[in-house]
């Protein structure tokens, strides 16, 4: 059991590894200047194969819980990464996103019940502070509407990921993924074409690997694994290992493009990591529910 726990924790841990060559996906062969096309090529088209693949269409209730969650986990989510990026310098915005953990352990414990431990509120703080010696400058200025988007974004995403694990899907997984990457790209298209305007009217082969590297890789695997460690990990669990992205996003700007790797930086990944392990290793406890607030179970229907 405990091997096949550890399995699930490091497939899920993959999810957030690949988001975290984004940065470098993005620089060295995207068009520059097109973060929301980007997010929107990265949604729209592996949703639209996902729901091909499973030809399952949401029913009942998961038309609007699907739009919901596709606004948090991705449309909502990615609009308010791009203002935060753009009016922060990226290490406050990945230093702010970092509390992200703390906010699902938060919502965990009201909504899902989810005991809240020292511990885990220890690990919560040493993630966000690992991430600030990792990406955060000493020249680094702040902007009041970046912070705010960078702090919304991480509270959507926190909203989002403690909904996909309140709201268990009774569809396959590649289809409730495939539900949400359609949903948010389709709330991402207007806002791109309104701010960035039409797509380029030429692309190089490079611009396509990348954009096809985002849409099969950094969307439709990545995300169908990161709901598949939501339906089985606790969310708290699983909203700590995305405090990898930094540390990979670091690693590959040292390794591919050259970047100084400072003393402090590797203090800082050291101190994410060990705020993610510490996370995976504390027993999720559940407080039980009382009994007047005990779910029924419903023969024939979806509760």
């Known amino acids: 059991m ?13 999810p957030p590894a690949i988001w975290g060559t984004t940065y470098l996906v993005t620089t060295e062969l995207l068009p520059p200047g097109r973060p929301l096309l980007a997010a929107v090529v990265r949604a729209l088209p592996a949703g639209i194969l996902l729901v ?12 609007w819980r699907a739009l919901v969650l596709g606004a948090l986990n991705i449309g909502v989510f990615f609009a308010l990464l791009f203002v935060g990026a753009y009016r922060l310098p990226g290490g406050v915005a990945a230093t702010v996103g970092a509390i992200q953990p703390l906010l699902v352990a938060l919502l965990s414990a009201g909504l899902l019940r ?9 690990a919560a703080v040493a993630g966000v502070a690992g991430v600030g010696l990792l990406v955060l400058r000493a020249d680094a200025r702040l902007d009041a509407l970046g912070v705010a988007a960078a702090l919304g974004g991480a509270a959507v995403m926190a909203a989002g990921v403690v909904l996909s694990k309140r709201w268990p899907s009774p569809a396959p997984l590649l289809a409730t993924t495939g539900w949400q990457l359609v949903a948010g790209g389709l709330l ?45 990990l606790s969310a708290t669990k699983v909203t700590f290992l995305g405090l990898l992205s930094p540390v990979v996003a670091t690693a590959l700007g040292w390794a591919v493009l050259g970047q100084r790797l400072t003393a402090a930086q590797a203090l800082g990944a050291v101190i994410v990591l060990g705020a993610l392990v510490a996370a995976q290793l504390q027993p999720t406890r559940t407080r039980p529910l009382p009994e007047a607030a005990a779910p029924r179970v419903l023969i024939g229907k979806e509760s």
């Open 188 to 232: 991402l298209l207007p806002v791109a074409l309104a701010v960035e305007g039409p797509p380029p009217a030429t692309l190089t082969a490079a611009n396509l690997a990348g954009y096809a590297y985002l849409t099969t890789i950094g969307a439709a695997l990545a995300y169908a694994l990161w709901f598949r460690g939501l339906r089985i």
């Open 2 to 14: 405990l091997s096949n726990r550890l399995g699930v924790v490091l497939l899920t841990a993959l």
């Open 52 to 63: 091909a693949i499973t030809r399952r269409l949401p029913q009942g209730i998961w038309w």
């Open 114 to 122: 989810e005991r809240l431990t020292p511990r885990t509120l220890v």
